[in-house]
């Protein structure tokens, strides 16, 4: 096994080495044609450790994790992980706000960690430093915790490390509805003996809608050091500094379907008489986010067998500014347009983390382990004053009125009227709501992945979380509501079976998610506490990896079984009991292939099925909203010349489909859900020693099309042409 990992180790370091020609040179015998990121070689064993936090290949893995590497990302041209995660099988955008959710599995989440550890901020972080994506499916509570994770799965985004060389990179890019884009990538090392070693990357980005109102503008800098002390120890720190400034998308909620038990109105936005070019917006509407994201690493081989590897993060995010919903009204035919302001909207983590791991026989058997310990603080506060006629964004609990009203079609005589100068004079006077909550995790976990013999692979894993939820404090009324305590356990366990060794596996596993649940206030004036809710999961399938990539492949059939969900009492709806059920089970085949030199292909297809089988009687029976559409799939082929003239010219093609979406599901209401849609887009590139010429186009058929979750919908984005230089210097 040492000379399997010094051989993976070597060849590894020779293909790094044989790239790196300051960032350009063009690859043999890979899929695309041209490598950014070194190290990141083998996308699917690379996520495999850090869905396990333990050296662990893909085929000893018993979890799926689907992956975007740095090739692909490099490739086409991305500027937000939106785009990325479209090449991921089986996810699927939904509420599109400033920190969007996906769907992955029925289940809503969120771009929410950064190399294994939390990194959530209220924004999605700009995709310059990621080296690839990876969505680990499934509830990951044993090693992931439950703080950010969902119980479809998470999603977990792989950084650029500083490398052993020198090279300096710098990108120009512009487009259609004035997009402009430069990113830059610079390492350098510190010594003459590679002791310390840095890193940079940076981007500028900024883009005005499709629509008649719309502007993004993002400021991004990474920078990261490395330092080896001795053969023993090694310090990583990095950091990630973001200023975004927007306005946000635009989120529409639709009438109910159903009136008095009649089909009244529309069930899908092709039955709305909206506009796809008006926003209801104005350009000085703006949600200001600043982001300060700090992380440390300490490694440190304490013997042959055993690392002590401490993680350290902090991130803190201020966002400040008017956020606007819109809910139709009259038929459809109106809209009433919604503003919170936040002045600001806060959110800091901090997170300790001690992991040991070892590699240890007993006898015959071979173990790697992991010990582990974390510490979570999260703390959320909010200055908020609503334009929104909800109590929870009023201050002292009053209701404060909508902004205004506007018409659907056609002229309306106050469609202009919304403005900063306008929502600040409304402000006035009005007493915002001043709230902050904050909760601490403790969690011990352990995992020992046992070969018993050389293709048969065990997993045994288990955690236990402590969360001490303080509560939530209302400034405005001097009172603390909410705070409670609550204990979880999760396990995990999972078997792999080499059928064919290096190359065909066979795995199942029963893995466990939880979500803590808060005290309810009863109509009685009693306090139900609740324990947390459960996700189980039992999955099974297989993997298959050529040894010449000639395939690379997963087919994985889940089903996610979820219990005490808290729910009205069917027999007293005043109260609330902890019964509820649902599922959601599905398969999903992920197939990449790289047949020819020169030649890389891509798709994927899944399906899923959700069901609320112990609810409300207004929803039992029916599929869950923020389940995302039943049927999904993704393709993209790629073609680099290798030889001959036209050597480093490539062309690549794909799209995605993405089937209905419920955003309205119950019997009194109806069912309200999006149109199936087909997305396409194209990508051409010529690459040289000292520069990358691309031309990509994203939606090229220019296709309207609506998406979305918590209730709203958003039309998507049409047709994008982006045009790139990047120069090697």
Do not use: C
Not at 126 to 144: M, R
Not at 252 to 257: A, F, G, H, V
Not at 674 to 697: E, I, P
Request: hydrophobic share 35%; aromatic share 12%; proline share 3%.
């Amino acid at each position: 096994m040492k000379k399997v990992l010094f051989s993976i180790l070597f060849i590894g370091n020779y293909i790094a080495s044989q790239a790196q020609d300051k960032d350009s040179t063009i690859l043999k015998n890979t899929d695309l044609h041209e490598v950014i990121i070194r190290g990141v070689n083998n996308s699917a064993d690379v996520s495999s450790e850090y869905t396990s936090r333990i050296p662990l290949k893909n085929l000893e893995n018993p979890q799926v994790t689907h992956s975007v590497n740095s090739k692909l990302i490099l490739n086409r041209n991305y500027f937000v992980q939106y785009n990325m995660l479209s090449n991921a099988t089986g996810v699927s955008p939904s509420w599109a706000g400033v920190s969007p959710y996906y769907t992955v599995r029925g289940f809503r989440t969120r771009s929410n960690f950064r190399n294994g550890i939390l990194g959530y901020v209220a924004s999605d972080i700009d995709p310059v430093n990621i080296a690839q994506l990876d969505v680990v499916k499934g509830p990951s509570g044993t090693l992931f915790g439950s703080s950010m994770t969902v119980f479809g799965g998470v999603i977990n985004r792989v950084t650029v490390k500083p490398q052993d060389d020198t090279f300096t990179s710098i990108t120009l890019a512009g487009g259609n509805n004035n997009f402009q884009r430069a990113t830059f990538d610079v390492n350098a090392k510190l010594d003459a003996q590679s002791k310390s070693l840095m890193r940079v990357t940076g981007a500028y980005t900024n883009k005005e809608s499709f629509q008649d109102q719309g502007v993004y503008q993002n400021l991004f800098l990474a920078p990261s050091f490395t330092y080896k002390a001795s053969d023993k120890l090694r310090i990583d720190a990095e950091a990630e500094i973001l200023r975004r400034v927007s306005t946000n998308n635009l989120l529409l909620t639709p009438m109910n379907p159903l009136k008095n038990g009649v089909l009244t109105y529309a069930e899908s936005p092709s039955g709305l008489n909206l506009d796809y070019y008006k926003s209801y917006t104005d350009n000085s509407v703006l949600y200001k986010t600043t982001a300060i994201n700090l992380y440390g690493k300490i490694s440190y081989m304490l013997s042959n067998q055993w690392k002590s590897e401490t993680n350290l993060m902090t991130s803190n995010s201020e966002s400040y500014g008017n956020y606007q919903t819109m809910v139709m009204t009259n038929n459809n035919a109106s809209i009433v347009r919604r503003i919170v302001n936040y002045a600001p909207e806060t959110i800091i983590n901090q997170q300790v983390q001690q992991n040991f791991i070892g590699d240890l026989k007993t006898g015959s058997v071979r173990h790697r382990v992991l010990l582990g310990a974390d510490y979570y603080r999260y703390v959320y506060g909010t200055t908020a004053n609503g334009l929104d006629g909800s109590k929870a964004n009023a201050a002292n609990g009053v209701a404060r009125p909508t902004f205004d009203t506007v018409a659907v079609a056609g002229k309306s005589v106050n469609a202009g009227l919304l403005n900063e100068s306008e929502i600040n004079s409304r402000l006035l006077g009005r007493v915002p709501a001043i709230t902050k909550t904050t909760f601490t995790t403790y969690s011990i976990y352990a995992s020992d992945v046992i070969n018993p013999t050389k293709n048969l692979t065990l997993m045994l894993s288990a955690r236990v979380d402590f969360l001490q939820n303080s509560g939530t404090y209302n400034k405005t009324t001097d009172v603390w509501t909410g705070a409670y305590d609550q204990t979880a356990f999760s396990p995990k366990v999972g078997l792999t079976y080499q059928l064919l060794p290096e190359q065909l596996a066979f795995f199942a596993s029963y893995m466990n998610g939880f979500q803590n649940v808060a005290p309810v206030s009863q109509v009685d004036g009693t306090v139900a506490n609740f324990k947390p809710q459960y996700g189980n999961q039992f999955e099974t399938g297989l993997k298959y990896a050529h040894e010449k990539h000639l395939l690379d492949a997963s087919l994985s059939l889940y089903d996610i079984r979820i219990s005490n969900t808290v729910r009205a009492n069917p027999e007293n709806v005043s109260m609330f009991i902890q019964n509820g059920k649902q599922y959601s089970r599905g398969v999903e085949i992920d197939l990449q292939s790289r047949p020819v030199e020169g030649l890389y292909l891509h798709g994927g297809v899944a399906y899923n099925d959700s069901k609320l089988t112990s609810s409300d009687a207004n929803t039992e029976g029916l599929r869950p909203v923020n389940s995302g559409p039943a049927w999904m799939s993704n393709w993209y082929a790629n073609y680099t010349f290798m030889k001959g003239d036209l050597k480093g010219l490539a062309i690549g093609f794909g799209g995605n489909y993405y089937g209905k979406d419920n955003i309205i599901n119950t019997k009194s209401a109806g069912t309200f859900a999006t149109d199936a849609y087909t997305l396409f887009n194209a990508v051409v590139s010529y690459s040289q020693k000292a520069y990358t010429l691309s031309l990509s186009g994203d939606n090229i058929f220019d296709t309207k099309y609506y998406y979305g979750g918590r209730g709203f919908i958003t039309p998507g984005n049409l047709r994008q042409v982006i045009l790139s230089l990047k120069l090697n210097l």
